[in-house]
């Protein structure tokens, strides 16, 4: 039976991307964009709560998908589709998505005043520091992409092993105060291939989280019975993690980095819990409006943010309300991206590129 209230989770994510990247603009903790506007306190708060939780549970959704994809596919099937829904897809993405937002990160950083197409020569060959928030080259929003095609290859022996030797670690009877615990593993791997906090053994042990973890219909249960315990308890984190950030922006708290990171990833895994939870309780269910936006989701992502950066490049030149500005950012970014997919899921060749599939029911 298929596991609604993953797709749901899944496409609920996606959307939420589009404020979070919004919001990636007025950011106040210094960290740069490919277009900039005022710094904003409020904005980043909203960043700093969602961040610990959100991409964790895009890559703890995947895993237990693989999981589910694995029951009835074999391994050759399984790397195929990673290399057809993936790889490709990255592929064509960082070759006709990307350079949109570098674009216009050079016409906002540097002055430049050359062509979209010159534009491909600085993507190619200017210094770059890998985010491209000034130029040059990048993989940008698609390293996710690009992550989850490396980990589910990475762990596909793994469960190619543990498959032949029936040792699959069964977790359907895991205590309740022990699961919490477990958010210490992505931590602990975090200096693996760690590319500036976008670390891939982390990532690696959430996928694996979801795959041999929370694809356990069982535990998922005992999730959503102590939903609201769960819920209470990220709440909680959230609170402080979010208050000793704003301690430490302020200067009335200084808090070594390493415990700091070590909050806000216990945070996220706890939100991961909830979040499970409250999905399997909530949202186990479909209906034409969750299957498109189930079916949308991976377009969506390949080419929301490319849009967002493309209209706030033009609406912070025009508008000076921040308000207004992040309203109209967010509508018309949402409308373009949506179009986009509209129209090249009509274009067979174009659909095969980014991963876009024909029919809008799962």
């Known amino acids: 039976m298929r596991k609604h209230f993953i797709d749901n989770l899944r496409w609920l994510c996606i959307l939420l ?3 979070f990247h919004v919001f990636r603009i007025y950011n106040s903790f210094m960290e740069g964009f490919y277009v900039e506007g005022q710094d904003i306190v409020a904005t980043t708060g909203f960043i700093v709560a969602v961040a610990p939780w959100f991409m964790p549970l895009l890559f703890v959704i995947a895993g237990v998908s693989s999981a589910y994809a694995l029951n009835k596919r074999t391994y050759r099937e399984y790397a195929i589709e990673r290399v057809r829904k993936l790889l490709i897809p990255f592929l064509a993405g960082l070759l006709l998505v990307v350079p949109a937002q570098t674009f216009f990160a050079e016409r ?3 002055g430049f005043t050359g062509g979209y197409f010159y534009q491909y020569i600085l993507f190619f060959t200017a210094p770059t520091d890998l985010t491209g928030y000034r130029g040059g080259f990048t993989p940008a929003h698609l390293w996710f992409i690009l992550f989850l095609f490396v980990i589910s290859l990475v762990a596909l022996p793994l469960a190619a092993v543990l498959k032949k030797a029936k040792r699959k670690p069964s977790f359907e009877r895991t205590p309740l105060w022990l699961l919490p615990l477990l958010g210490l593993l992505p931590w602990l791997m975090m200096p693996i291939l760690n590319f500036d906090g976008m670390s ?15 694809s356990h219909e069982s535990l998922v249960q005992q999730l959503a019975r102590h939903r609201f315990v ?7 984190g959230m609170v402080l993690c979010v208050g000793a950030w704003l301690l430490q922006l302020h200067g009335m708290m200084q808090m070594p980095q390493t415990a700091m990171q070590l909050c806000f990833m216990l945070y996220g895994w706890l939100a991961v819990l909830a979040l499970f939870g409250l999905g399997n309780r909530y949202l186990n269910f479909n209906n034409k409006v969750t299957d498109y936006l189930s079916v949308s989701a991976f377009p969506i992502y390949l080419f929301h943010q490319s849009w967002i950066v493309a209209v706030a490049y033009f609406t912070l030149m025009w508008i000076d309300s921040v308000v207004l500005q992040i309203g109209v950012i967010l509508t018309l970014s949402v409308l373009l991206t949506y179009a986009s997919y509209e129209l090249f899921k009509r274009i067979p060749g174009v659909r095969f590129l980014f991963g876009i599939k024909a029919r809008t029911s799962p």
């Open 230 to 236: 769960l819920l209470t308890t990220a709440a909680f």
């Open 17 to 19: 991307l589009f404020p």
């Open 108 to 110: 906002f950083h540097n």
């Open 200 to 214: 891939v053994g982390m990532y690696f042990a959430y996928f694996m989280l979801g795959y041999l973890v929370l």
